[in-house]
């Protein structure tokens, strides 16, 4: 390079003594064109650094790194012996050879079935409707010309199978003709004849409307004795 330049100077001014041109020094660095490799480009940088402050706080901290777990560390440990070998619907009573995997006992048998009371089979043409078809057929079903004041001791000269009188809720009903009618059959209608049947009404079907059911037979009203 030194001597490139050397005769370039010379070239521009021929006149010039060569031994008058001054001598160019180079650094051993600047004659070498090539390029200097330091390691290896592709390789990352370490990030943090190994001497950073960074680096060495996480050495101390190791502790607080969270692990990864494994397979078996993740599983929920096994559940004592005697929890084991319960069995479900048994109230933590252990069988031997039971599964958990079975169902509750008491999902395994049915449900009891109530005991069907208060109704009796009733003859042909004693239905609901046909009880409702009566009423409307304009039939004197009272047994009476008029409302009667009813005292005691006249309710309870009405008390045979043929003449059947109750009252309920201070309201006196002929049930004679609906004896047959009665979901309950006509004995269990027949306790209360010649008495009040309110309270024995109220225990075995309050949600049954009487003054609807029993409108075109009613006799008249409950009095005291004095009143008659």
């Not at 000269?157 to 002929?174: L, M």
């Amino acid at each position: 390079m030194a001597s490139y330049l050397r005769s370039w100077l010379y070239a521009q001014n021929p006149n010039v003594d060569p031994s008058n041109v001054p001598s160019i020094e180079t650094s051993p660095e600047e004659d070498d064109d090539t390029e200097t490799v330091h390691g290896d480009d592709d390789a990352p940088p370490a990030f943090p650094a190994v001497n950073s402050a960074q680096r060495a706080a996480a050495g101390s901290q190791s502790d607080d790194i969270p692990q990864i777990l494994t397979e078996n560390q993740l599983m929920p440990p096994p559940p004592p012996p005697s929890l084991a070998a319960r069995r479900p619907g048994t109230l933590g009573v252990p069988s031997a050879g039971s599964s958990s995997l079975l169902a509750p006992i008491t999902t395994i048998k049915p449900p009891p079935q109530p005991a069907k009371k208060g109704k009796v089979a009733l003859a042909p043409g004693h239905g609901p409707l046909d009880w409702a078809n009566l009423k409307k057929s304009g039939q004197n079903l009272r047994g009476t010309d008029s409302l009667l004041r009813v005292t005691p001791s006249m309710l309870k000269e009405h008390r045979t199978r043929d003449d059947a009188w109750s009252s309920f809720s201070g309201k006196v009903y002929n049930i004679t003709p609906y004896l047959p009618y009665h979901p309950g059959g006509e004995k269990e209608l027949m306790r209360v004849a010649g008495r009040d049947g309110t309270k024995l009404f109220a225990l075995t079907h309050a949600w049954v409307n009487i003054d609807y059911m029993l409108d075109e037979c009613l006799v008249g009203f409950m009095v005291s004795e004095s009143a008659s």
